[in-house]
T-cell receptor, first 113, second 114 residues
């Protein structure tokens, strides 16, 4: 069964500092990986996705993620965070042909001034 | 294009009642999925509909059901509500782009069961 583990439930950082949100997945078949962001009282917005090809994926709002097949990881990074990045971030996986997304438990990113 | 809309946005029900939530997908999207979000269990897949047919179902009791209409709008119903059904219910419409179905989420319906 597919599963996704987000290693940190909360990550506090100072404004303009770099951040990494960690995600590991398990699967026996090819997977497609996603990061979503959820702002308070809103739905999920897609930040970026990995389907194939280059292992470094760039998304919106300055975020990027690196797919590492040997470590089954898909960590999200941003070199300099802003107050507006305060939100909950979800890593998700799906497999080819399937609609269903399997989500991690989420990481709450808090930016301190 | 308008995004995914969900109605109502907030709902308060009493244990034992039933509830129906509605989702209107993005124009042209024929696939709709539903997810339940709770603090304890996180985001869990409920079911997926395509062209009025349920294609996939998550591990939820039979009290949770859904349907899709010919215009792709979808509804989900929860009967005999329990306190544990309090959650944010998210709908996502999708279109196949290459290898995947890219999903677009609505703002959710927050259901509180008292």
């Amino acid at each position: 069964a597919q599963s996704v583990t987000q290693l940190d439930s909360q990550v506090p950082v100072f404004e303009e500092a770099p951040v990494e949100l960690r995600c590991n997945y398990s699967s026996s078949v090819s997977v497609y990986l996603f990061w979503y962001v959820q702002y308070p009282n809103q739905g999920l917005q897609l930040l970026l996705k990995y389907l194939s090809g280059s292992t470094l994926v760039k998304g919106i709002n300055g975020f990027e993620a690196e797919f590492n097949k040997s470590q089954t990881s898909f960590h999200l990074r941003k070199p300099s965070v802003h107050i507006s990045d305060t939100a909950e971030y979800f890593c998700a996986v799906s497999y080819e042909g399937a609609q269903k997304l399997v989500f991690g438990q989420g990481t709450r990113l808090t930016i301190n001034p | 294009k308008a995004g995914v809309t969900q109605t109502p946005r907030y709902l308060i029900k009493t244990r034992g009642q039933q509830v129906t939530l509605s989702c209107s997908p993005i124009s042209g999207h024929r696939s709709v999925s539903w997810y339940q979000q709770t603090p304890g269990q996180g985001l869990q897949f409920l079911f997926e509909y395509f062209s009025e047919t349920q294609r996939n179902k998550g591990n939820f009791p039979g009290r949770f059901s859904g349907r899709q209409f010919s215009n792709s709008r979808s509804e989900m119903n929860v009967s005999t509500l329990e306190l544990g059904d309090s959650a944010l219910y998210l709908c996502a419409s999708s279109v196949r782009t290459g290898m995947i179905h890219e999903q677009y989420f609505g703002p959710g319906t927050r259901l509180t069961v008292t």
